[in-house]
């Protein structure tokens, strides 16, 4: 299932054995765009992620992904994928929480924004990300881009996606 990489590697390794690997997964690079932007993306968005180790060492991605604005619409694809011991999801008595997305600078000119969008992924309030967010906009229109929207996922009062998409 989508967006349920802990449940999927948590069933196959109760399964098949092997074991869980944690680190970090390239989503995409941004801003997203709806129609064919000729810009060079900005910033890459690197999410919490847990992939399963076979009993022979080798690495599978298990969780399909889903496209963005149709979550009914998945796809097996290739997934950039770096090892961290450290990133293992926060786990609660209701769930596992992946950590929040890391946004990492492709190109000088997106450093700005990477900066905002980590600091967004962290705010303690909605108006403080929302300010953010509109600040984040405002960079990217000044690098060319013309936005058109922010899509926001949250898991209660916790930031769980953010997507800047353009024109």
């Not at 991605?61 to 963005?68: A, D, G, I, L, Y």
Request: negative net charge; proline residues 7%.
């Amino acid at each position: 299932m989508p967006q349920r990489c802990y449940d999927n590697v948590t069933y196959l390794v109760k399964l098949l054995g092997g074991e869980p690997v944690y680190g970090w997964a390239l989503a995409d690079s941004g801003p997203l765009s709806d129609r064919n932007q000729q810009l060079p993306p900005l910033y890459g968005r690197w999410i919490n992620h847990v992939v399963w180790r076979d009993g022979g060492g080798k690495l599978w991605e298990v969780t399909p992904r889903f496209e963005v604005g149709n979550l009914a619409r998945t796809a097996w694809s290739p997934t950039t994928f770096a090892v961290d011991s450290e990133a293992s999801f926060v786990l609660d008595e209701n769930a596992s929480l992946a950590r929040p997305s890391r946004y990492v600078a492709l190109r000088s000119a997106g450093e700005p924004v990477a900066e905002l969008l980590n600091r967004a992924e962290q705010a303690d309030s909605e108006p403080e990300r929302t300010r953010l967010l509109v600040m984040a906009l405002a960079e990217i229109a000044s690098r060319g881009f013309t936005p058109k929207e922010c899509r926001v996922e949250t898991i209660g009062t916790r930031t769980n996606n953010i997507w800047l998409i353009a024109e």
